[in-house]
């Protein structure tokens, strides 16, 4: 019964666009209504109607350590009793910057913000701003938040708008300066930085340097480490998003586990441990580049807002304890295994793919390496799984090349509950 669900739902697409704040949240294409969530506790949310769900999209991401972690709420209550936002500096602030520059060896200094689409709209104009080019180059899939520059060929919702993936009413003028490779190409980015002009008019290459909007994608050996030295040779920035993967695949994020030494880091969803925060940070001499130091402007009048902070610091607290990432990583191999061996039993046309915490179980494909390889994902079939999970109280993201997550609280029990569930389904329907 999702009675209520759909009133709030009909009432609010009265008022809201589509009926939702972020068009990923509508489960367009899977033919019901979109949840309507009441709260949620540990690895589990409840809908207005009293419906409960395991959850694997944990907001996105974010919620590392689950829904309502007694830490973080006690960090965020003891802020908002003292004040919850000044427009000033506070030392919470400094705290946070020098735990994270403590962690990522490759940040110097860093610079909160609200979005991951403020921190790497900042990004680009800090590689413009330092290395006095303008080309960008991103890749095909790659979703980095939704300013103008970088929403081309992008993943996650965008993907399915349109051929190019971008968006209506973004000046053709400002992506003509985004230039897009697939993932995993060496060949198109090696011939375009050592035939093609324009190579040597590029302030900055961004990716996810493990994908988790096209679903998760992995960089194939040495990918990265050709990315850091064609960068190098022609002077412009590396920068990783790792709105995602920073302190999700790892401690020290995608560069810890590929051992790449990026210019800039863009860091989101973890960092805030579900407020809005996210950050751009590397080198001391780029970040200084920066207002009130340099002559590249960026601002916010909630960027480092306290409270927001006060949880995300608690969350870096509780995910540095010894054995937190073991013991993660473990509750996802849990999960993943039995998946996996199933699609190998069955001879499916489908495959898992995961790094850390994060995973996809795509249908239709055997593998994908690009966005270019998501052509032959079977909709129809992601469409019927999401609804088969969902009426067994089992929420993943509501959308085919999306990443899943695991929290460190995420029960056994759950996590057994829902491997049978998937595994049932393959040997079914894949
Ligand atoms: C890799 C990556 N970069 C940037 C963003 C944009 O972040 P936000 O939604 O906080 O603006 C996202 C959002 O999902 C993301 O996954």
Redesign the pocket.
Known sequence: MRTQSEAVHARACKVIPGGVN?PVRSFKGLGIPPMIVESGAGDTIRDVDGNKYIDYCLS??PLILGHAHPKVVAAACEQMGKGSSFGIATEVEEKMATKIVSLLPSIEKIRMV???????MTAMRLARGYTEKHKIIKFTG?????SDSLLIQAG?GVRSINPIATSKGVNPAVIADTICFPFNDFNAVRSFFHTNPLGMETAGVIL?PV???MGVVTPEKGFLEMLREETSRVGALLIF?????GFRVGLKGAQGKYLIDPDLT?L??VIGGGF?V?AVGGKAKIMDCLAPLGQVYQAGTLSGNPVAIRAGLETLYCIEEPGFYEALFEKTRRLTQPIIEAIERKQANACLQRAGSMFTLFFGVKKVRCKEDLKSLNEELFARFFRYLFERGVYIPPSSNEAWFLSSVHTDAHIDFTADCIVKFIEMYA
Do not use: F, R
């Open positions: 972020s996105w991401g609200n979005s991951g689409t403020e921190a790497t790659h979703y980095h938040g939704h996650s996810e994908t988790g909007n998003d790792e709105v995602i993967t863009c989101g969803k809005p996210a």
